[in-house]
């Protein structure tokens, strides 16, 4: 039942207890009561209506709230565990990264240190058409093939013996440097060389008549050892002047540092 009929019905039992005869004046500002009542009563009836809406919609606000807030503090928690991994492999990369560039530090400080010993060993081989550089973290010995054999030929004369010998002694001392001999040749084609068909097949034989002499003569240990013949296919200088073809045609060996500490790194 609604407040304003409750009101009313009151009012009727008071005035059926009474059993007193109301006057006209009396009687009328009963009834102005009675409308009052009634009037506030409508009033309160409004307003508990719009505060159980307002109720309501508050109740849907805070629940929507509190779901944006779940939201985003799962968000939060998921971002920071996120951050949190990230942080530890980029520690664990960063500790990597220190132990790559300390092997190749150490590596070029090798390199570097071999490269001088070099130089310093065949230094009176110099003027001869003997070079000692650094390429690529390598250590590359170039020698003109005047200096290792006679024209057309690939056995080693006395002088290329002597520069291999002096070579030789520093490797000896350097067990974990890898040899690779690579023979050259100028892009003339061979003539009247018997059994030796083309340029491919001289280089290839003078880099195994250098690997020969290093292996079986100055023991180097075999194992460390690479033969290769690069023909006419990798020259040093495009030019066709008989000082070019000359630097064309040569032995490079080119000395590499076991990186098998590196190699375990970096497969990991």
């Known amino acids: 039942m609604k407040i304003k009929h409750l009101f009313f019905a009151f009012f009727i039992a008071m005035i059926a207890q009474s059993c007193v005869i109301l006057s006209p004046k009396k009687h009328k500002a009963m009834l102005a009561q009675i409308d009052s009542l009634s009037t506030r009563s409508a009033n309160l ?32 928690n998921a971002s920071s565990t996120k951050v949190s991994q990230l942080s530890t492999d980029l520690q664990k990369r960063e500790a990597r990264l220190k132990e790559v560039e300390e092997i190749l530090r150490k590596r070029d400080e090798a390199t570097n240190a071999l490269k001088d010993k070099l ?16 390429r690529n973290g ?3 010995v170039s020698l003109t093939d005047k200096l290792l054999f006679p024209s057309g030929s690939i056995v080693i004369d006395e002088k290329g013996k002597q520069a291999l010998k002096q070579l030789a002694a520093v490797l000896n001392k ?13 892009n003339k084609r061979v003539v009247n060389l018997g059994q030796i068909k083309d340029n491919w097949d001289l280089s290839v034989l003078r880099a ?61």
Do not use: C, M, W
Not at 52 to 66: G, I, N, P, S, V
Not at 119 to 134: H, P, R, T
Not at 209 to 237: F, H
């Open 45 to 76: 009836e409004d307003e508990l209506a719009r505060l159980q809406k307002d109720t309501a919609r508050l109740y849907r606000e805070l629940a929507e709230l509190q779901g944006n807030y779940n939201t985003l503090n799962n968000n939060y």
């Open 119 to 134: 130089q310093k060993a065949l230094l009176g081989f110099q003027q001869s058409g003997l070079s000692v550089d650094i």
């Open 138 to 140: 390598k250590v590359y």
């Open 174 to 186: 350097e067990p974990d440097i890898n040899l690779s001999v690579e023979g050259h040749t100028d």
């Open 208 to 268: 195994t008549s250098v690997t020969r002499y290093l292996t079986e003569v100055e023991n180097i240990s075999p194992e460390r050892v690479t033969a290769t013949g690069k023909g006419q296919y990798q020259p040093i200088d495009p030019g066709t002047t008989a000082e070019a073809l000359s630097r064309n045609r040569r032995i490079e060996i080119v000395l590499t540092p076991k990186l098998d500490e590196l190699y375990n790194l970096i497969t990991k």
